[in-house]
């Protein structure tokens, strides 16, 4: 099939791979960057470090390297489970599975068809999904706060600012290190 040499780019394949096992027929057609007008684009104003209004989505970080609870397959994400037995009280079949989706939905509340995980010693914190994720991160780290915050610091105040998901400390580190300025 297709040879790569870069580590990044072997995770790639390996994804690829596996998809491809998904479906009943897959071809693929190697376009060159010159005949990718929509690629070229949208490098061309990223490096420019221009406005990307045409695209509904930015990504701050490769898909192949979020970590694998962030990483959607099929429907849903992380909380649809837990959002799926707080709202209708559904439970997989295993019944360690079901167990153990007992012991970590006690630590969530839905308010306002919201999920928010119950704190200790703080307020309930409002739970993301992957996309609104990758969105406040690149806020507190950037924009908001201004200071490019270390891992720790950018965990901490992403938490003070009231959000969740299970893997910000992964995400806070790998967003600090792909940072130009950091």
């Not at 079949?93 to 509340?109: F, N, P, Q, T």
Request: charged share 30%.
């Amino acid at each position: 099939m297709y040879e790569t040499k870069e580590n990044r780019m072997k995770k790639h394949l390996n994804k690829v791979k596996q998809l491809v096992k998904r479906f009943k027929e897959a071809i693929f057609v190697q376009l060159l960057r010159e005949e990718n007008m929509e690629a070229d684009v949208l490098a061309k104003t990223s490096l420019a470090g221009g406005a990307m209004d045409d695209y509904d989505q930015v990504q701050y970080m490769p898909s192949i390297d979020l970590p694998k609870v962030q990483q959607i397959e099929g429907e849903g994400n992380w909380m649809t489970p837990i959002l799926d037995y707080v709202k209708d009280g559904k439970l997989p079949e295993d019944k360690d599975k079901a167990r153990k989706l007992r012991i970590i939905a006690a630590k969530y509340v839905l308010i306002d068809e919201v999920l928010y995980k119950r704190g200790f010693s703080q307020p309930c914190l409002r739970c993301l999904a992957p996309d609104e994720s990758n969105y406040v991160l690149r806020e507190v780290h950037e924009e908001a706060c201004e200071n490019h915050s270390v891992v720790r610091a950018l965990f901490h105040k992403v938490v003070r600012e009231g959000y969740y998901w299970p893997t910000i400390q992964a995400n806070a580190k790998a967003y600090v290190k792909v940072c130009d300025q950091c």
